[in-house]
């Protein structure tokens, strides 16, 4: 069977993550995210963003967490920005739009936006009352090509956003390898105060399902509950969401997942930069996207499963490996062993 690195949530679930639930199957709990595990998992990640006025909720998936804040902060005739290779633009079957928002995509060479892009979307969307008005800015760390946010980055876009009476939201699916990675200057307390609202995942980041959404906006907080509840997304078993995460950020087990899965790619990297590959972009993180020819895909997806994430011309495209928490030494040998044999 070929090794799989499409994604980073093709294993279950970290082992402590199994336990925990084993151990606590028979305790009787509270419903709807009001039992002791979830309150416990809520304190902790205000105590860890330093802001406790903040509000978390846990849903199941990514997906799910965009599409119900997001409907939630915006009032019918309002928009999203987001850059083009943003998850809520491209594979999130238009959830967002489902609900009357319309998407500003993006197009940029990394993954990220800057505030003068979002400048351009505004400037061509004056004609009020008859065109749509921008108040969310979207933003994924890391983003959906490995790329992370500095902190000035994040503070000029918050700025602006604050300048402008826009919200900004991150989606955090993959926040702990951003935090962890080598070139990283960001902490989660910066989230917790340079953002309207974020999430942090559970489910690429050793969790069998899993984010939490925490809004630091008093204003967005309001009656956030509802939406929830009517989009199906207050589970009656809510326990098992804020057993998973209170496991996962009890420790560092949170970080050291992530971590390990940076470096394993770091690995990978290093080997085909050892090639000769070039890379569609710069990532440090557990995404990495080398360019190869047609004839050394094709020999590397004998033993193993990747993306061919975009056409670069004729004979070459740029491919898509991503590691994870479980991603072992044995696998990595092997895959840079083969990947040795492409010279």
């Known amino acids: 069977m070929k090794y799989s690195f499409k994604n980073d949530y093709a294993e279950s679930a970290h082992p402590r993550i199994l336990e925990a639930l084993i151990k606590s199957n028979l305790n009787q709990q509270n419903g ?13 990640i205000k105590q860890k963003i330093g802001n406790y006025s903040s509000t978390v909720d846990f849903v199941s998936g990514g997906t799910q967490a965009n599409l119900i804040a997001i409907s939630a902060f915006l009032r019918p005739h309002e928009s999203v920005v987001a850059a083009a290779t943003g998850h809520i633009f ?11 928002h319309k998407v500003h995509a993006i197009e940029t060479l990394n993954g990220k936006i800057k505030p003068v892009d979002i400048q351009k979307i505004i400037d061509v969307h004056q004609n009020k009352p008859h065109q749509v008005k921008q108040k969310l800015v979207y933003i994924s760390n890391s983003t959906e090509l490995g790329t992370i946010y500095s902190k000035q980055e994040l503070i000029d876009l918050y700025q602006y956003c604050q300048e402008k009476e826009l919200y900004l939201f991150v989606d955090g699916a993959r ?3 951003a935090l962890t990675a080598e070139t990283n200057d960001l902490t989660l307390e910066d989230f917790g105060k340079y953002t309207d609202a974020f999430y942090l995942g559970g489910t690429k980041n050793g969790a069998l399902i899993g984010e939490a959404i925490i809004i630091n906006n008093e204003n967005l907080q309001k009656e956030f509950g509802f939406h929830l509840k009517q989009k199906g997304a207050l589970l009656a078993k809510g326990r098992l969401l804020g057993l998973q995460f209170q496991e996962l950020l009890r420790d560092d087990l949170y970080f050291d997942l992530a971590k390990h899965a940076n470096q394993q790619a770091m690995k ?8 000769g590959s070039d890379f569609l972009c710069e990532t440090f993180t557990n995404q990495i996207f080398p360019i190869l020819t047609n004839s050394q895909i094709e020999k590397l997806s004998t033993n193993f499963d990747f993306y061919v994430w975009k056409k670069i011309d004729e004979e070459k495209s740029a491919v898509r490996i991503i590691t994870s928490w479980a991603t072992t030494d044995q696998i990595i040998e092997n895959f840079i062993n083969e990947i040795k044999n492409l010279k």
């Open 32 to 44: 709807y995210g009001l039992d002791e595990y979830s309150t416990e998992a809520k304190s902790i």
């Open 90 to 100: 491209t594979n999130e079957s238009g959830a967002i739009e489902a609900t009357g």
């Open 175 to 177: 926040l702990g390898h």
């Open 268 to 275: 990978i990297k290093n080997a085909f930069g050892q090639l």
